[in-house]
């Protein structure tokens, strides 16, 4: 970790191509699915994992960050590698690692070694597929020199804007650059902008696109006890009885994002020559040209691969009595997504929030978005050194909030205490609720502190 950060490092994938190489490129001795996006691809990359797996197939799953181990990165068969092995995974690629930094006027960063790490720790093991996610943008994230067979975006929104670009089209344009040629595209529903710049991308470089509300989708949802039940069209049919223990709309599109990707994974749509021309032509007519049933998987394989699915740290309940959610949404589409799940799925009649959040994010507008359905808000502050000031959180809250709501704790225990206090104020336990959110490492804090277990993804 002392390499420092990838943003602080001019964008370029020569440092991480050159480890790659003199490791033997590890990412392709298995084929890859690759996940980017903005909201949503953690989720998706674990719900993919948990379809494969299922199917009987040895898994890779890299994601960033942690919530409570760097470990859990690199998870193989749904488990975080041991301390063991990733002790022996980092001492074989050091040596390699300090070759290249060599040759280069800066170092690896932190996230490049990780991610070398990553595929070697796969090629090891062997896996007979690896689900990688981004660690932010696609063009120049490290993940990046590996080819995904097929490439998934997940819903795109302002975030990282330093970094990325301050529009749709420019976030889009980064994130669109891991479909490669010969690729599947996942898309999920986007906004009109990013929609476009994805889809000239997949007709460029010679991809194939699989659209949310096209090819694919979520036909039919209702709230059930620990989740929601689903009615799913595939790429290839229609999936019933889908039960999810994820809550919320967002969820169940990110379901329908991976099972569209594990079935162009298994089918193998066409993705070359002739039916790209066709691919192409009908993209841009609107038309959808994906279909038949050849390619459908077993439903009662996704029945099983979704109900044993998780997503740590994403609207998870902590504990009963009051309710606690721990939530990892940082940006105002995120906790848009949050807030009307919190509203759809839980009969809260007081609800309290604590909010740590990195100093960096469009706090004024994660805050609108929570200000309608919170009673109080106690801000804090989590363990990474971005997050914001509590002091400074607390007055950009009063201006939204009201000072008689904000309260300010220095440490996030407190506010927890704080808050729960605060939810059971009125003697209505059964109504009451304290939302835990605004980021990863908030959510990650929290599920140490409250000894949250389990989690497999």
Sequence with gaps: MARGVEWEIDPTLDRIRDLVDVLGEPQRAYPVIHVAGTNGKTSTARLIEALLRERGLRTGLYTSPELTTLRERIAIDGEPISEERFVETYNDVAPYAELVDGKHTARLSFFEVLTAMAFAAFADAPVDVAVVETGMGGTWDATNVADGVVAVITPIGLDHTRYLGDTLEEIAGEKAGIVKAGAVAVLAQQPVEAAEVLLRRVVEIGATAAREGIEYGVLGRDVAFGGQQLRLQGLHGVYDEIFLPLFGEHQASNAATALAAVEAFASGAPTRGEANLEAATRIAAGESYLGGDE???????????????????????????????????????????????????????????????????????????????????????????????????????????????????????????????????????????????????????????????????
């Design 295 to 457: 390619g459908q998987l077993d439903p009662a394989l996704v029945r099983s691969g979704f109900a044993q699915s998780a997503s740590p740290g994403r609207l998870e309940v902590a504990r009963t009595g009051p309710t606690v959610l721990l939530d990892a949404a940082h940006n105002p589409a995120g906790m848009a997504a949050t807030v009307a799940t919190v509203t759809e799925s839980f009969g809260f009649t007081r609800l309290a929030g604590v909010l740590a959040i990195a100093a960096d994010k469009d706090v004024a507008g994660v805050l609108d978005q929570l200000e309608p359905v919170l009673a109080e808000l106690v801000v804090t502050r989590n363990s990474s050194p971005r997050s914001m000031p509590p002091e400074e959180l607390a007055e950009i809250a009063e201006g939204i909030f009201g000072p008689e709501r904000v309260h300010v704790a220095a440490r996030l225990d407190d506010a927890i205490d704080r808050a729960i206090g605060l939810a059971e104020e009125t003697g209505e336990y059964r109504g009451a609720g304290v939302l835990i959110t605004g980021s990863v490492v908030t959510a990650g804090d929290a599920r140490t502190l409250l000894r949250v277990e389990g989690g497999r993804s």
